[in-house]
């Protein structure tokens, strides 16, 4: 494949191997995983009822993804850079660890972990 689509509206249904693996809705996305990898599409997506679906090309995907990845580091290094727990290490370590963090979200009253 060479295009990331992110359905507008619509339904659709990915068939894998002839079962219907997953359901698609508005703001679902799908295609990115051959892009990323560059390997074949392993699925094939079809429209359950009328569905609009915007498409960005290989090169403009990966681009968007470089670009992002570099500003999520940015802002994990300067809010590492922020936290006195963090200086006395070496600044290859403090990029080490701002390219890998995540950050996540969460809601008055969510589990955030369990003993």
Do not use: M
Request: proline share 2%; aromatic share 10%.
């Amino acid at each position: 494949g060479h295009t990331f689509f992110v359905v507008e509206k619509g339904s659709l249904s990915v068939d894998v191997n002839g079962k219907i693996a997953n359901k698609l809705d508005a703001g679902c996305s799908f295609g990115g995983l051959a892009l990323l990898y560059s390997c074949p599409r392993t699925a094939t997506v079809r429209a359950d009822a009328f569905t609009r679906c915007w498409g960005a090309r290989g090169d403009t995907f990966q681009k968007v993804l470089q670009e992002n990845a570099q500003s999520r580091y940015k802002d994990n290094r300067a809010f590492l850079d922020s936290i006195p727990l963090f200086d006395g290490l070496e600044n290859k370590l403090k990029d080490t660890i701002a390219h890998g963090v995540v950050v996540e979200v969460f809601e008055k009253g969510d589990r955030v972990a369990t003993a």
